[in-house]
């Protein structure tokens, strides 16, 4: 069955370009010109993955990101102004899971949209080790339930942050790179030195859990190599 993505942009030029390349690859495409509409349609239909502006006429992306997540994990995508890193950071910290700069090639976008519906059925499909609670000095990861907690007290994590956390708490002691983390994750090959997305979740992970940079007690920052958990 054809995955249906969600396109919020006001502009219809924008709209019409994302549907022909994502209709070219068999993708369901139901565009909206506001939040508003877009929530309500969210609301009681399947969506598989959503593209969402940051500048609409009624409420912005942010806001309708930050509503979707308190119901759903389905990847987000912001469609971000060029070179407008404040944008690419709030959307990530919102529980974005990527973002597309204007303006975009539509092949890279096909290629982003792809690759985060391989990440998410990964995410969903992926098999339970026979320990499926990891647990390290007070935090505990449930693999079945995909819930977090510190110090007995919950954390609200994105698929994503969940995902970097499992991976280096699974890899307690070993220095793993962006790049690895990147892969593992998205399982993609579109990867450059340049792309901090990794950074901005490890970053909000940290606020999370309260974690310093300078003085880590979870998440240490290997300078030029990558990020672990000491065991």
Not at 11 to 22: N, S, V
Not at 48 to 56: E, F, G, P
Not at 169 to 189: T, Y
Request: charged residues 25%; glycine residues 4%; proline residues 3%.
């Amino acid at each position: 069955m054809a995955e249906n993505i969600l396109v919020v942009d006001d502009e219809q030029a924008i709209t019409d370009l994302i549907e022909i390349y994502l209709r070219n690859e068999n993708f369901n495409v139901l565009k909206f010109y506001n939040g508003q509409d877009a929530l309500k349609y969210i609301e009681s239909e399947h969506v598989d993955l959503a593209i969402l502006d940051v500048m609409l006429p009624d409420i912005n992306g942010f806001t309708i990101c930050q509503r979707i997540r308190e119901n759903h994990n389905f990847p987000i995508i912001m469609l971000t102004a060029k070179d407008e890193e404040t944008d690419q950071i709030t959307g990530l910290t919102m529980g974005a899971d990527d973002y597309i700069t204007k303006p975009f090639r539509p092949l890279e976008m096909v290629a982003r949209v792809k690759a985060q519906l391989r990440r998410y059925k990964k995410y969903k499909s992926m098999p339970v080790p026979d320990e499926t609670v990891i647990a390290y000095s007070g935090l505990v990861l449930d693999v079945n339930t995909h819930e977090c907690w510190l110090n007995e007290k919950q954390l609200s994590l994105t698929p994503t942050e969940f995902s970097i956390l499992r991976v280096l708490c699974e890899n307690k002691g070993k220095v793993i790179s962006s790049e690895q983390l990147f892969r593992v994750i998205w399982g993609d090959e579109y990867y450059n030195k340049n792309n901090n997305t990794i950074t901005v979740h490890i970053r909000h992970l940290r606020e999370k859990m309260n974690d310093s940079v300078d003085n880590p007690k979870w998440i240490r920052t290997i300078w030029g190599v990558g990020y672990k958990i000491e065991k």
